[in-house]
């Protein structure tokens, strides 16, 4: 609707799989969404599907942390200081490795992506995710049984239009 403002959120891991998923979803039910992901190629033919406002594409190899704080700031710039939501889904891993057959190296990189990138992500886009939910009232529980303190994630659809922002680890 005309005037109405659109929810924003951050995916990782967004060019393939869950991730491409999720942001397709996202975007379809009238979120801005920043893809975060290496492939620029694969992000924009998922963004180009919908209005071109209504996603940011941020490249970046959540490998190398020394790209994630400036990655995180064009994404603050770009959803101006206020986020609802972030999801760290990237990640990797190699089937059928023991730990005798894994190297230093390989093992680093699987720490860097898996651990190193959730981390940072967080920690620098939790200002935004602050701002957002420090601006919102919480919506009025509409049933006894729910619960404001409740630790477990909605997983209905109406956790996809609320605009409050929540952060979850």
């Known amino acids: 609707s005309p005037g109405r403002i659109m929810p924003t959120a951050v995916v990782t891991g967004a060019?393939?799989?869950?991730?491409?998923?999720?942001?397709?979803?996202?975007?379809s039910s009238g979120w801005k969404?920043?893809?975060?992901?290496?492939?620029?190629?694969?992000?924009e033919k998922i963004a180009a599907k919908f209005p071109r406002?209504?996603?940011?594409?941020?490249?970046?190899?959540?490998?190398?942390?020394?790209?994630?704080?400036?990655?995180?700031?064009?994404?603050?710039?770009?959803?101006?200081?206020?986020?609802?939501?972030?999801?760290?889904?990237?990640?990797?891993g190699k089937m059928n490795c023991t730990t005798e057959s894994t190297s230093l190296d390989d093992f680093q990189y699987q720490i860097t992506v898996n651990l190193t990138a959730v981390f940072a992500m967080t920690k620098f886009l939790i200002p935004a995710l602050k701002a957002e939910a420090q601006t919102k009232t919480p919506p009025p529980s509409s049933s006894s049984s729910s619960s404001s303190t409740s630790t477990k994630p909605q997983n209905?659809?109406?956790?996809?239009?609320?605009?409050?922002a929540s952060v979850i680890h």
């Open 15 to 27: 060019s393939s799989g869950i991730g491409a998923g999720l942001c397709e979803t996202l975007l």
């Open 33 to 43: 969404v920043c893809l975060v992901a290496r492939s620029t190629e694969r992000m």
């Open 53 to 92: 406002e209504q996603s940011f594409i941020q490249p970046c190899d959540l490998s190398k942390p020394e790209q994630i704080q400036p990655a995180c700031d064009r994404i603050v710039r770009w959803c101006g200081g206020r986020l609802n939501l972030l999801v760290n889904n990237a990640g990797m």
């Open 156 to 164: 209905d659809a109406k956790s996809l239009e609320s605009p409050g």
